[in-house]
């Protein structure tokens, strides 16, 4: 069946990247809506071969909307998609206002898709990291059973929008910063969103809760240090997991492999492992540099690749969207 949908943040990078997906993916419109600030009203929008003009979101713009699909930060999902749940319409959120409440799924379609049909009005996409992160720890919580993680990541500057892309560009020019607090060209900054009284940031913060509310489990030990590097799109993740049985490394391989939406590139002979820049503009996650961690009983070091901008948050979004189209 075909659905009304409306972009919410429709001209930002993830919002952009949304339409694209639904182009390729061929998602089944009736009627879309192109939603964002006063400043982009009236801006020309192609989709599907058909030109459309870019509306100011207001408190009426969910008439007859099925499905809105949300990506324009928080305060904005905050009120407006409490305002579009009253109109009957399904939110699907990429922001983090409503990801750990408890009324809220927190949808990866290939880890836990049956969540998503326990829905109140709002489903949340997970933060980028912890959305590639938790294919590959899906599979093994399954097999082996994860007793930790520990993550340290290496997040791409598209994260920050159009800002950090800028800030890296005009950076290796040699200009000064206007998004991030120090440099990121030639530098590598161990600070993504605010810090709290913790002394971890939101980042971590993210990383930590929703793996366990994705991977339903609360007595899993997760820890996490986010790192901001100068690259351009594509976030890469060490996960260092223990694991509560004994695991055979050849099997562990077969079995990521044979997961929806991973790819395992693992050929250390012939310098194969995943990278940035081929995860960009593609909707797999990247696997490899499987090895024993010596340190532990059960323990497994792994490099996991995507594109943040697509797995990471347009295709994940859309892949929830067309779960609620089997939805009735
Ligand atoms: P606009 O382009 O009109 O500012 P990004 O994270 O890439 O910067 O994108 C943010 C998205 O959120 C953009 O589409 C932006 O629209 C939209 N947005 C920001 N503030 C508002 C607002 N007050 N009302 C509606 N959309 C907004």
Redesign the pocket.
Same mark, same amino acid.
């Given at each position: 069946r075909e659905a009304n949908l409306a972009i919410?943040? !429709?001209? *930002?990078?993830? *919002?952009q990247t949304i339409k694209r997906v639904l182009e390729e993916r061929d998602f089944p419109v009736n009627k879309i809506l192109f &939603? !964002?600030?006063?400043? +982009?009203v009236g801006k020309k929008v192609m989709f599907k071969g058909k030109e459309h003009v870019?509306q100011? &979101?207001n408190e009426g713009s969910f008439k007859d909307i099925d499905i809105a699909l949300f +990506? !324009?930060?928080g305060?904005?999902s905050k009120k407006y998609a409490l305002i579009a749940k009253e109109n009957g319409t399904v939110v699907v959120d990429n922001s983090s206002a409503w990801r750990m409440d408890e009324d809220v799924p927190l949808v990866v379609p290939e880890v836990n898709p049956e969540d998503a049909f326990s829905h109140k009005g709002i489903i949340s996409n997970p933060n980028c990291s912890t959305i590639q992160a938790v294919l590959p720890l899906k599979v093994l919580d399954d097999l082996f059973k994860v007793k930790r993680v520990v993550y340290s990541t290496y997040q791409a500057v598209s994260g920050s929008?159009?800002?950090g892309v800028d800030d890296l560009k005009a950076g290796i020019q040699g200009k000064e910063p206007k998004n991030y607090p120090h440099p990121i060209a030639f530098n590598c900054l161990p600070h993504i969103d605010v810090f709290m009284d913790d002394g971890y940031t939101k980042e971590e913060r993210k990383m930590i809760d929703e793996t366990k509310k994705i991977l339903k489990s609360s007595k899993m030990g997760v820890t996490a240090t986010t790192v901001r590097v100068p690259v351009e799109n594509g976030h890469s993740l060490s996960v260092n997991v223990e694991l509560e049985k004994p695991y055979n490394l050849q099997s562990v391989l077969q079995s990521l492999n044979d997961k929806e939406g991973i790819v395992v590139l693992d050929d250390i002979k012939n310098n194969v492992y995943p990278m940035a820049i081929n995860a960009h503009n593609t909707d797999d996650v990247y696997v490899g540099r499987l090895r024993r961690d010596f340190s532990l009983e059960n323990g497994l070091n792994l490099w996991v690749v995507a594109d943040n901008i697509r797995k990471g948050a347009a295709t994940n979004t859309v892949q929830i969207a067309e779960l609620l189209l089997k939805e009735d």
């Amino acid at each position: 069946r075909e659905a009304n949908l409306a972009i919410v943040g !429709a001209t *930002g990078m993830v *919002g952009q990247t949304i339409k694209r997906v639904l182009e390729e993916r061929d998602f089944p419109v009736n009627k879309i809506l192109f &939603l !964002a600030s006063k400043r +982009s009203v009236g801006k020309k929008v192609m989709f599907k071969g058909k030109e459309h003009v870019v509306q100011e &979101l207001n408190e009426g713009s969910f008439k007859d909307i099925d499905i809105a699909l949300f +990506s !324009a930060g928080g305060a904005i999902s905050k009120k407006y998609a409490l305002i579009a749940k009253e109109n009957g319409t399904v939110v699907v959120d990429n922001s983090s206002a409503w990801r750990m409440d408890e009324d809220v799924p927190l949808v990866v379609p290939e880890v836990n898709p049956e969540d998503a049909f326990s829905h109140k009005g709002i489903i949340s996409n997970p933060n980028c990291s912890t959305i590639q992160a938790v294919l590959p720890l899906k599979v093994l919580d399954d097999l082996f059973k994860v007793k930790r993680v520990v993550y340290s990541t290496y997040q791409a500057v598209s994260g920050s929008g159009v800002a950090g892309v800028d800030d890296l560009k005009a950076g290796i020019q040699g200009k000064e910063p206007k998004n991030y607090p120090h440099p990121i060209a030639f530098n590598c900054l161990p600070h993504i969103d605010v810090f709290m009284d913790d002394g971890y940031t939101k980042e971590e913060r993210k990383m930590i809760d929703e793996t366990k509310k994705i991977l339903k489990s609360s007595k899993m030990g997760v820890t996490a240090t986010t790192v901001r590097v100068p690259v351009e799109n594509g976030h890469s993740l060490s996960v260092n997991v223990e694991l509560e049985k004994p695991y055979n490394l050849q099997s562990v391989l077969q079995s990521l492999n044979d997961k929806e939406g991973i790819v395992v590139l693992d050929d250390i002979k012939n310098n194969v492992y995943p990278m940035a820049i081929n995860a960009h503009n593609t909707d797999d996650v990247y696997v490899g540099r499987l090895r024993r961690d010596f340190s532990l009983e059960n323990g497994l070091n792994l490099w996991v690749v995507a594109d943040n901008i697509r797995k990471g948050a347009a295709t994940n979004t859309v892949q929830i969207a067309e779960l609620l189209l089997k939805e009735d």
